[in-house]
């Protein structure tokens, strides 16, 4: 038998209390990591023992799994009902994937299952049809609908479903608690975004794809992951399959072991991919349409943002895959290269959620606050972002205290940074700047010594060190590269 955690104890009360006052449909909102699934395993149990029946309803296969085995743990006998599995109709629970029920329920040789509590995993995703036709089945039953983000990307309100929101703890209650690892957050590139359509609440897939998707930016994810997160397992969230393909493939190319995962790749693959995560055969995995929802890693400690969104929810989603606790594991980065952190706010920050009839538009605005309230990125340990206070001002990370020049440096509603040229120049790491060079005079064809003769036309020497793995090149060595060239040119002018 589980032992419940004092806020998981507290929700299935207050979800009973409202029960009591006459509301029949909760909305369970509980972070991710706080344990959704033993809270409903704990109230399923209940509701059987108690005689009466119960249908788990989730969207996703992992989901289903998930909360079965779950059950098993707390001594429930109950049924499962997706394709591929034998059904137990005669279980006063059953665990249920809406795709299944939903085709068939109008079969003729169907048992429906009986239920006096229906608990909907992922609620956020109740506003759609399927899950209204099934909860019209069940007009007389209780609901318990079961999310991390009680808002959807399209606007759709879910105060035509749900009464009454409990809300189960916070992702800052949890993590002073212990039960969350705290977050890191640096932002060290910004993407430009002006032009794209808004489509059902979030940018249109094609053109993002176009803007975050091109050599540059990706050279950027693999040169900052090697400086902030190159000892941590990581996940990174991309705009497209194709691009998700073109990071992972980039990062193998510089030594780095990586994996690709998306929602088209058959299941035994997508599970063997994990499983090259858990097992550290991989150090990176890049994902598409996967992962932002039921599932669980620990072990990850870093989560790379490459998609830009508009939704808070998926935003939400996307750094909640590592915020669960792992042995030796002090914190989780977040590294944001889609500008979210500036549109959206931090994640362990207190948010008050709203039951709503009507469907909200999605605005293509980030936070908008005195500049003394705005997120900061510190210029000197190159992106890490806080909030400052009155009390303290300095950055957590390196203890750099923002001048009131760099206070006034704002770029795009509210981030400090725009580090100036010079301080680039003498800053730039010179075995980051051997690494690409080398990687550019090997796809160019020329030989290691064509990188280390240009290496000393910069440094006066050669470099110290050639055991290092080559790295994507970056604007500035091509800048470098090109002056070098026109350089080279001129001299063999001269001589002729």
């Known amino acids: 038998m589980h032992q419940l955690r004092l806020y998981q104890k507290k929700s299935i009360q207050d979800i009973r209390n409202a ?62 009902l997706m394709a591929g599995k034998s059904p137990t109709p005669m279980a006063s629970c059953q665990v249920a994937s809406i795709q299944t029920f939903t085709a ?9 299952p009986e239920a006096d509590l229906i608990i909907i995993d992922e609620a956020h995703r109740s ?3 399927s899950f209204k036709n099934l909860l019209r089945e069940y007009p007389n039953a209780y609901v318990i609908g079961l999310t991390a983000t009680p808002i959807r990307s399209d606007g759709r309100g879910l105060g035509g479903i749900y009464e009454k929101i409990v809300q189960c703890s916070t992702v800052k209650e949890l993590t002073e608690q212990g039960y969350l690892v705290p977050t890191r957050i640096v932002a060290p590139t910004i993407p430009d975004l002006k032009g794209l359509k808004i489509i059902a609440g979030d940018y249109e897939a094609k053109g993002l794809d ?39 493939a980039i990062f193998n190319d510089n030594g780095i072991p990586a994996g ?19 097992n550290g055969r991989i150090k990176l995995l890049s994902c598409c349409q996967v992962l932002t929802e039921g599932w669980d890693c620990p072990k990850v400690s870093c989560v790379v943002l490459c998609r830009p969104t508009l939704s808070l929810g998926l935003y939400i989603q996307m750094c909640g895959r590592s915020l669960r606790p ?23 920050q207190d948010r008050h959620f709203k039951l709503t009839m009507t469907k909200v538009k999605a605005k293509d605005k980030r936070i908008v606050e005195p500049i003394e309230k705005q997120p900061v990125t510190c210029l000197e340990c190159d992106g890490t972002v806080y909030m400052p ?24 509603q509210g981030r400090l940074v725009e ?3 010079e301080k680039i120049e003498v800053e730039y790491d010179k075995k980051d700047f051997y690494a690409e060079l080398l990687y550019y005079s090997r796809q160019q064809g020329y030989n290691d010594g064509w990188a280390s003769h240009v290496f000393k036309e910069k440094y006066k020497h050669f470099p110290y060190s050639k055991k290092i793995p080559p790295k994507v090149t970056s604007q500035y060595v091509l800048n470098f590269i090109k002056h070098h060239n026109i350089k080279q040119a001129k001299a063999r002018e001269v001589s002729r």
């Not at 068939?104 to 429906?112: A, P, S």
């Not at 995962?261 to 035994?268: K, L, V």
């Not at 009155?390 to 206070?407: F, I, L, S, V």
């Open 104 to 112: 068939r329920v109008d079969r003729d040789d169907f048992i429906k």
């Open 19 to 80: 029960f009591i006052k006459g509301k029949r449909k909760i909305l369970l909102v509980a972070p991710t990591g706080s344990g959704k699934t033993v809270v409903a395993s704990e109230m399923i149990r209940r509701v059987v023992a108690g005689g009466k029946s119960c249908l788990f309803i989730a969207h996703r296969r992992e989901l289903i799994l998930q909360c079965s085995n779950k059950l098993h743990d707390f001594g429930v006998n109950h049924g499962v």
């Open 210 to 248: 176009k803007k975050m998707n091109v050599p540059k930016l990706i050279g950027d994810v693999v040169t900052h992951w090697i400086k902030f997160a190159s000892d941590r397992p990581t996940v990174v969230f991309c705009t497209s399959i194709k691009h998700s393909k073109y990071v992972s």
């Open 260 to 278: 690709h995962i998306d929602g088209e790749m058959p299941e035994i693959e997508r599970e063997t991919v994990l499983s090259d995560l858990r």
């Open 127 to 129: 506003a759609s049809d």
């Open 389 to 412: 206070t009155r009390e303290q001002r300095a950055c957590p990370n390196c203890g750099h205290m923002p001048t009131k020049k760099e206070q006034k440096i704002l770029i795009k």
């Open 419 to 421: 580090v100036p040229k």
């Open 326 to 348: 792992y042995n030796n594991k002090k914190d989780t980065l977040i590294i944001d290269h889609a500008g979210n952190v500036y549109r959206h706010g931090f994640i362990d």
